[in-house]
């Protein structure tokens, strides 16, 4: 298990968050109309916990959002500091075999 959130799960929840406070939602209004607790919109919006494809449809139709407004803004990723860098030791190369 990472001991920092995924940077993108940050930066979703981090959208998350501006939508709901620009609307006027608490947390607690916000996990009613989810059908969740407050405490996991919390672990959402810090980026503790994952948003899965479903939800996030459901949170943007909730928020009155598209999909992709949550990833607006997000740098590129050779440009985003990920808390896994240290890990890898080699670059990523794609598979020659898997190409056509």
């Known amino acids: 298990m990472a001991d920092h959130p995924d940077p993108i799960d940050v930066h979703v929840?981090?959208?998350v968050r501006l939508r709901r406070t620009?609307?006027?939602l608490s947390q607690v209004k916000l996990a009613g109309m989810l059908g969740l607790t407050f405490q996991q919109v919390q672990k959402y919006e810090k980026g503790y916990n994952r948003i899965g494809s479903s939800r996030l449809y459901q949170i943007s139709r909730v928020l009155d959002a598209p999909v992709a407004y949550f990833f607006e803004d997000i740098a590129p990723a050779g440009e985003r500091g990920t808390?896994?860098?240290?890990?890898?030791?080699?670059?990523?190369e794609p598979d020659p075999m898997a190409k056509r």
Do not use: D, K, V
């Open 22 to 24: 620009l609307m006027g």
């Open 13 to 15: 929840g981090q959208r």
């Open 83 to 92: 808390a896994h860098a240290a890990e890898s030791a080699a670059p990523y």
